[in-house]
Structure formats: structure tokens, C-alpha cells
């Protein structure tokens, strides 16, 4: 495929990204104009809209005119946003049948750069505050219709591809984009539909060599909404907010979740939690998986031990994160312990050219 196409669809990955994740006002008649559109489209009036700042507000907010039949606790069995996917399986199923096999090269290519990838940072940096907001159990079956994934790969294309629609087409999928670009989550019930603000800040980060973008902030929340609910986040980790505003040995200790706790190690830093925590020093090693390296094995608590290590690949800032590895308290080498975390011994271990 030719570069101009993939800078293309690499563009319009990156405009749609940028909408997803804006922190703008709402804009209210337009987000009312087309939601309205959307459920002419399934054979009801326009809803009366309730504005709130914050999906937890949409979650624990009964607006007025709402039915006890439709509770949050019991949203998978709405009827309006059933009749929704329905609507958007329809649409999807007339936009696909237009194109042509000459064209289907260039979506194959669109999957990769536009609609995968907005998939994976939209779920890493928009589901996570959704996932928190809900008290009880969380279906991601709505939200998904709101994602602009998919809207994306449409649009990518017809300006990409040259995949030509129809008038009809273009103007529902105009009503889907326009829903999904101009406030934050919507719950459409019948009657009224609850809009929820765009959060007033959003702080990420690129992960990995796939692009994906993450939710991570290092001194405060990583999303934050106009009435003060926030997410913490380090590096797409979702974190209690004393990780990042006050970690210490204390809290680590008694934090039953490890991904929680390895987080706030790395936030404390490990050469100060080796510290505060008097971790004693088993016995260290040079790293054969990463020349220059060296491998630290600590004593923990509860019959285990850490290894610590440095990171085989360079971390985007040009620096190599060190990190530990909890392994069982039985391995007094560090090379073993190394081999361990691989499903390696510590023979084989010493064989690889260079850890990653």
C-alpha cells in the first residue's frame, strides 16, 4: 500500500482519536439534534434531555420521567437501546455491502491503522472511568455503540478508499458521528435520555510500538470531570489515588491487589520502598539477558522474594525501567529467579542473546 494512503488513514485515526478524547464543553444542540435524529430513526419522538457532568452523576441520577422498569441496575434490558443496535447493525451491514473487491485491500489496511488501533486506545483510556462509575455489574454493550471506531472506519472509507454511499447512508451515519463527537456518554430510555459532559481534563500516554493510547498521569487524577469525580491512572493501571499522592510502605504492604501494589512500588521508586521496607539483599548477579545489567534478589514478606531488574528495551524517554518480579522464596540465585519468571532455567536463561 502506498504511503500517501497510510498517512492518510493515519490521519484520520488521529482526528478521530483527538475527538474521542476532548475535553470541550459539550455542545449541547448539536449533541440534542442528532440524538433526537437517532430516535426519529427508530420510530420515537425526541426525548427530553437531562444534562449531568459526570457518568457516576448519569449512574446514580434518576432523571425525571424515568420508569422504575428502567433502573441502571436493569439498562441491558432497555428497550431504546436495543432498538439502537439494531439501527446501527443495519446501518453497518448497507455501509459494507458498498464496497467493492477492488476496495477491500485498502479496508483490510483501514482495520489495521484506523479501527484497531482506536479500539484499543478507547477501551484503555474511556471504558476504565466508565467500569468505575458503575456500582454494580458493567456491560460494555451500549458503550460500544458509542465508540467512534467504528464511525472512523467508515469515514476512512469513503476519503480513503473511495468506497462511494448513498445519500441516506451518509446522513444516518452523520447522526452517529455527531452523537459521538459532540458530548461524553449518553443512556437513552424512553422519554428521556441522560447526557453526561466531557471530562474537563484527560492525561495519557503512548504505550508500545502499536501506538495504543493509555490513561496516565504521574502527580493527579488522569481523567477528571467538572464536578470533581476523577480516575487515577498510571500507565492504563487504574490506581486508588494515594498511589500517586502518598505512597508508602504502610499501604503497599496491606494492598491486596498486586498490579495496585507493583504500581505503587514503581511510583515510590524501588531503590526508596527496598529502603523504607528493609528488604534484605539475598544475593545479585550480572544479567545475561541484558549485558551491563545487574540482577537484585530481595527477601519479601509472606515467604517470597523480588527480583530486581532492568528493563531489556529502551522506554520512550530513552531510559530503562527497573522493575521487580515477585518470585517464590525457595530461589536464592538471581539467575534462576530470572529463568523462573520465563519458565526458563537458569542455564537457558544465560542463553538468550537479549531480554526485552
Not at 446522513?171 to 463527537?181: I, K, M, P, V
Not at 539475598?282 to 522474594?305: C, F, H, I, K, Q
Request: proline share 8%.
Amino acid at each position: 500500500m502506498s504511503d500517501p494512503v497510510q498517512r492518510e488513514a493515519a490521519a484520520i485515526r488521529e482526528q478521530w482519536l483527538g475527538q474521542a478524547l476532548s475535553t470541550l464543553p459539550a455542545d449541547r444542540s448539536a449533541a440534542e439534534a442528532a440524538i433526537s435524529g437517532l430516535y426519529r430513526l427508530i420510530g420515537l419522538p425526541p426525548p427530553h434531555f437531562h444534562w449531568v457532568a459526570s457518568p457516576v452523576a448519569a449512574l446514580t441520577t434518576v432523571p425525571p420521567g424515568a420508569r422504575v422498569r428502567e433502573s441502571v441496575e436493569r439498562m441491558a434490558a432497555w428497550l431504546v437501546p436495543r432498538r439502537f443496535a439494531t439501527l446501527v447493525r443495519e446501518l453497518r451491514r448497507e455501509l459494507d455491502a458498498r464496497i467493492r473487491p477492488a476496495q477491500e485491500p485498502i479496508d483490510r489496511l483501514i482495520h489495521q491503522q484506523v479501527l484497531f488501533p482506536l479500539s484499543r486506545s478507547l477501551y484503555s483510556t474511556l471504558i476504565p472511568p466508565l467500569r468505575a462509575a458503575h456500582a454494580g455489574p458493567f456491560r460494555e454493550d451500549w458503550y460500544r455503540l458509542l465508540h467512534v471506531s467504528w464511525i472512523a472506519r467508515y469515514d476512512a472509507l469513503r476519503h480513503v478508499a473511495g468506497v462511494a454511499f448513498t445519500g441516506p447512508q451518509l446522513e444516518r451515519l452523520g447522526l452517529w458521528a455527531t452523537a459521538a463527537t459532540s458530548c461524553g456518554w449518553w443512556w437513552p430510555r424512553e422519554g428521556v435520555c441522560v447526557v453526561s459532559e466531557r471530562p474537563v481534563a484527560v492525561h495519557t500516554e503512548v504505550s508500545g510500538d502499536d501506538g495504543e493510547v493509555r490513561l496516565h498521569c504521574a502527580d493527579g487524577p488522569a481523567m477528571r470531570y467538572a464536578d470533581g469525580w476523577d480516575l487515577h491512572s498510571l500507565h492504563g493501571t487504574e490506581v486508588p489515588p494515594w498511589v500517586i499522592m502518598d505512597p508508602d510502605v504502610r499501604r503497599i504492604a496491606d494492598e491486596a491487589n498486586v498490579e495496585v501494589r507493583r504500581c505503587a512500588i514503581e511510583h515510590l521508586g524501588w531503590a526508596s520502598y527496598i529502603e523504607q521496607a528493609g528488604l534484605r539483599l539475598v544475593a545479585t548477579a550480572p544479567d545475561p539477558g541484558n549485558p551491563g545489567s545487574e540482577l537484585r534478589l530481595y527477601d519479601m514478606r509472606r515467604g517470597t522474594r523480588v527480583l530486581l531488574a532492568v528493563n531489556g528495551s529502551v522506554e520512550r524517554d530513552g531510559r530503562r525501567r527497573q522493575y521487580g518480579l515477585t518470585v517464590p522464596g525457595f530461589i536464592n540465585d538471581p539467575i534462576d529467579a530470572a529463568g523462573w519468571t520465563y519458565g526458563l532455567s537458569a542455564a537457558q536463561y544465560s542463553l538468550l542473546l537479549r531480554r526485552t
